[in-house]
C-alpha cells in the first residue's frame, strides 16, 4: 500500500468521525488506567457497566485501595478475569500512592512497570490521557492492519512499529481509536461489512467481494 492510499483511507476515516475517543467511561487518567487494566479480555460495555457502579463510591488510589481486594471484587465480579484483576489493580493503587504522589504516570516505563499494565494498556493511556501519539494495538487494530493492507505484520509489536512509522503524521494522535472503531463496527473478524466500509474501494483485503 503506497502513502497516497493511507493518506486517503486516514481522511476519510477522519471526516466520518473528527474526534474519535475511547468507549471505554472515564473523566481522570487515574479512571482510564482502571478502566484498561479491567478491560483486558473484556468488553468496553462490560468495564462501563462495573465502573459506573464503582467510580461514585472509589475512583482515586487511596479510595480504592481502601476498599480491599475483596471490597473491590463486589463491584467488579461480572468482569471476565476479575480476581487477578483486582490483585493488580490495588497493587497498582499501592504503586501509584507510594512511589507518584497518587498521579499516574505519563510515560511508558513507569506505565509498564504496574501491575497489570502491559504495553497495550500503556499505549492507551499514554494516547488517550496524555495526548502522545501510540499505537495500542489489540485484535481489532491488528486484523484492520492485515487485511486493508495499511500496515501488514505477524505479531502485535510488528504491526504496532509499521503504524507509527506509515501512518501519517497529521493522523498519527487518532489513528489508534479509528482503527479499533472500523475493527469493531465495520472490519468485523468474520464476516466484514464491506459493502458498508467506507474504505472499500483503498483496501487490499483479496477476498472482500466474497463478503459483500
Not at 492510499?5 to 474519535?20: Q, T, V
Not at 500503556?122 to 492485515?146: E, K, Y
Amino acid at each position: 500500500m503506497n502513502k497516497a492510499k493511507r493518506i486517503e483511507i486516514f481522511s476519510r476515516l477522519r471526516e466520518a468521525n473528527p474526534h474519535p475517543t475511547t468507549e471505554l467511561n472515564y473523566s481522570t487518567p487515574f479512571e482510564l488506567l482502571i478502566a484498561v487494566i479491567l478491560s483486558a479480555q473484556a468488553t468496553d460495555v462490560g468495564v462501563n457497566k462495573a465502573t459506573d457502579k464503582l467510580y461514585p463510591v472509589a475512583n482515586t488510589p487511596e479510595a480504592i485501595l481502601a476498599l480491599g481486594v475483596d471490597g473491590l471484587k463486589r463491584y467488579i465480579k461480572t468482569i471476565g478475569l476479575f480476581n487477578s484483576k483486582a490483585e493488580n489493580v490495588i497493587k497498582t493503587c499501592r504503586i501509584l500512592i507510594e512511589k507518584h504522589d497518587s498521579v499516574v504516570p505519563d510515560n511508558r516505563e513507569d506505565l509498564e512497570a504496574l501491575p497489570g499494565v502491559g504495553r497495550k494498556t500503556a499505549n492507551v493511556v499514554l494516547n488517550t490521557a496524555f495526548g502522545q501519539p501510540a499505537m495500542a494495538v489489540d485484535t481489532h487494530i491488528f486484523r484492520v492492519s492485515n487485511r486493508t493492507g495499511i500496515a501488514p505484520g505477524k505479531n502485535v509489536l510488528e504491526v504496532e512499529k509499521r503504524l507509527m512509522r506509515l501512518v501519517p503524521k497529521e493522523f498519527l494522535m487518532d489513528a489508534h481509536h479509528w482503527l479499533i472503531l472500523h475493527g469493531r463496527y465495520t472490519c468485523v473478524a468474520r464476516k466484514p461489512r464491506c459493502g458498508a466500509c467506507i474504505i472499500e474501494d483503498l483496501c487490499e483485503f483479496k477476498e472482500k467481494n466474497d463478503y459483500l
